[in-house]
């Protein structure tokens, strides 16, 4: 069900398909360049070619296949697992603005390698984090929007929102199913209800800052926190 949901986003289709091919260039660049042949000079005006490793472009390569293997697991959606202990691994990987920079790290490494698909390369990711940076400001623009809006229609007195009894009202009306936590289509429906559109990206983005521990669901402990605009809880 989670995976499915994240599949609908085209802009994580995107940013997968950008670190994959960042990653296949990595692997084609250490081979270019493990033994590296130039020409050089002799003094009899002959050349000579000499082959040795350029460590600076293998680091680069190197560096390049591991944060675009992070990439994939982050943007692929179906290996939960392993998604998970990366996000936990660097929490500001959950964040639209933490991924924006991972692909513009990576980018600027195809670009450092001056190959032509790795230009390529380079390009789609920096697309990609162009487009994350874009979701991550409308997302906080309009989790802000909704905060408030949700404080408006669900408490009879909205100078009272830090009262625990008020917000745990306000979490049940918004958990129809009545499980304990929120779901992404609940999360989804309540915005929808206040007229605060979010796009599928915007809500990955969103529901990704609220959900702490990359269960798939919000708790009343996130929900709070997001509510009260807590550290943590406003930036996506």
């Given at each position: 069900m989670m995976w499915l949901w994240r599949r609908t986003s085209p802009l994580?289709?995107?940013?997968?398909?950008?670190?994959?091919?960042?990653?296949?260039?990595?692997?084609?660049?250490?081979?270019?360049?493990?033994?590296?042949?130039?020409?050089?000079?002799?003094?009899?005006?002959?050349?000579?070619?000499?082959?040795?490793?350029?460590?600076?472009?293998?680091?680069?390569?190197?560096?390049?296949?591991?944060?675009?293997?992070?990439?994939?697991?982050?943007?692929?959606?179906?290996?939960?697992?392993?998604?998970?202990?990366?996000?936990?691994?660097?929490?500001?990987?959950?964040?639209?603005?933490?991924?924006?920079?991972?692909?513009?790290?990576?980018?600027?490494?195809?670009?450092?390698?001056?190959?032509?698909?790795?230009?390529?390369?380079?390009?789609?990711?920096?697309?990609?984090?162009?487009?994350?940076?874009?979701?991550?400001?409308?997302?906080?623009?309009?989790l802000s929007l909704l905060r408030g809006s949700l404080r408006t229609r669900l408490l009879d007195d909205a100078s009272a929102d830090t009262d625990e009894v008020r917000l745990r009202a306000a979490f049940d009306k918004i958990d129809t199913d009545k499980s304990g936590s929120l779901e992404p289509r609940e999360l989804a429906r309540v915005a929808a209800d206040l007229g605060v559109a979010l796009t599928p990206e915007e809500m990955h983005a969103a529901f990704a800052m609220l959900d702490h521990d990359s269960c798939g669901r919000v708790s009343f402990e996130q929900f709070r926190g997001m509510w009260l605009g807590e550290a943590g809880y406003v930036w996506v």
């Open positions: 994580r289709i995107v940013c997968f398909l950008a670190c994959l091919l960042a990653a296949a260039c990595g692997v084609g660049q250490i081979k270019r360049y493990v033994y590296s042949c130039q020409w050089h000079p002799m003094s009899n005006g002959a050349q000579i070619q000499q082959c040795a490793p350029r460590p600076f472009h293998l680091t680069i390569a190197a560096y390049s296949i591991v944060l675009s293997s992070f990439g994939c697991l982050l943007e692929l959606g179906c290996c939960g697992p392993l998604e998970r202990r990366v996000e936990l691994w660097n929490k500001m990987l959950r964040r639209a603005w933490g991924r924006s920079a991972l692909y513009l790290l990576i980018s600027i490494m195809q670009f450092a390698q001056q190959t032509v698909m790795g230009n390529i390369a380079a390009g789609l990711l920096l697309a990609a984090a162009i487009f994350s940076l874009a979701v991550s400001c409308t997302a906080t623009r309009k």
